[in-house]
Structure formats: structure tokens, C-alpha cells
């Protein structure tokens, strides 16, 4: 079984979402023999937004890391997508690697009847941090669109481990990150 591990945050060791995202996958490995795990840190080493060079083929490192990360995520049984919440949406980071992965005729595909999610099968567990308290909220543009992305793919294991209301005080963060934590799903596959 593999598990891709996908870091976002720009606030390196004081990052809620890299302390959730590590310890979900700890669980994992506690819990599954023999887990393959590949990292990928998007604010380390981001990749390219898509531009007209980066589309039309013009620029090959891009067109190179982008095959890799395609591989990553089509190899993946389980996604593990650290998502803090910037400016009320995801990092620029995170949704320049959703663009590699979300691609016609590898990850989806249009019919007469509407789209077709090619990437099925898969589960995905996204650690949310926010300052404030969004979700569910009018303003949640977080948790939609991440259900919405996945699941235009085919994806509809979507879970979210939340740490909200982090800015308020130390106190609030504290217990914030202990009560995901302690939401952190077990994880239910079987090893294929």
C-alpha cells in the first residue's frame, strides 16, 4: 500500500497542518505493514503555476516535475494533503499541484453525459488549520472545493482532520491541535 504525504504550509516547524499531517501519518504506519510512504513539501520545493509554457510544453522541467507528481498521485492508495487556510482558500502551493494532478483523459474525462472521474479508489485525509472558524460556514471555501477537486477525480473518501480558531490565543491553538489529534481517523484499509 502506498501513501502520498503532501505538506503545503509556509510556516515550516510552527505549521498546525505539518503536526496533523505527521501525526496521521504515523498512524498509518503504526497501523499498515510494510507502508510506502512518498513525501513532497510544496512550499520547499513548489512547482511551476501553469502558464501558456508550462500548458503548451514549452518549458520541460516543468513538464518533467509535473509526470512525477501525476505518478505520485496516480500510485497513491491513500493521500495524506496538509491544507492551512490562507486568506480564506488553500496556498497557491497547493492548488499548483492540484493542476498537475487534475488533468483530462489521466485523472478525468468528459462524456455526453458530464465528466467521469478517472482516479477512483482512493482515499484522501486533509489536515485543515484556520486562525478563525470556517468550516461549514458561508465562507468556507476550503472544504467545498477540496471535496469538489477530489471528487470530480473520483474520489469520494474525503475525511478532514480540523484545528480551527488557532489564532484566538495560545490556549485556543493548544486546544485546537489536541482535539484533532484526538480526531485523527483509524485507518481502514487493508494492505492490497
Known amino acids: 500500500m502506498k501513501l502520498l504525504h503532501i505538506d503545503s504550509s509556509a510556516l ?20 499498515v505493514p510494510g507502508l510506502e510512504v512518498t513525501y513532497r513539501d510544496l512550499d520547499a520545493e513548489p512547482l511551476a503555476h501553469l502558464t501558456g509554457a508550462v500548458l ?3 518549458d520541460s522541467a516543468a513538464a518533467q516535475a509535473g ?6 498521485f496516480l500510485d497513491a492508495d491513500v493521500i495524506v494533503v496538509g491544507a492551512p487556510r490562507y486568506n480564506f482558500g ?19 474525462k468528459y462524456t455526453e453525459n458530464g465528466p467521469i472521474g478517472l482516479a477512483g479508489g482512493k482515499q ?14 458561508a465562507i ?9 477537486v477530489f471528487g470530480f477525480l473520483g474520489i469520494t473518501d474525503v475525511e478532514f482532520v480540523r484545528a480551527e480558531r488557532i489564532a484566538y490565543s495560545a490556549q485556543h ?18 494492505a492490497a
Open 124 to 137: 484522501v485525509i486533509v489536515a485543515e488549520a484556520s486562525g478563525g472558524e470556517y468550516a461549514g460556514t
Open 67 to 72: 509526470e512525477l507528481t501525476m505518478q505520485q
Open 173 to 190: 491553538r493548544s486546544d485546537a491541535i489536541e482535539a484533532a489529534l484526538a480526531s485523527i481517523p483509524a485507518p481502514l484499509r487493508e
Open 56 to 58: 503548451g510544453g514549452g
Open 90 to 108: 488553500i496556498p497557491s502551493t497547493l492548488k499548483a499541484w492540484i493542476d498537475r494532478v487534475a488533468v483530462a483523459g489521466r485523472t478525468f
Open 12 to 31: 515550516a516547524d510552527n505549521s498546525v497542518t505539518r503536526q496533523l499531517t505527521a501525526a496521521i501519518v504515523a498512524r498509518w504506519q503504526d497501523s
Open 140 to 148: 468556507d471555501f476550503v472544504t467545498p472545493y477540496l471535496k469538489q
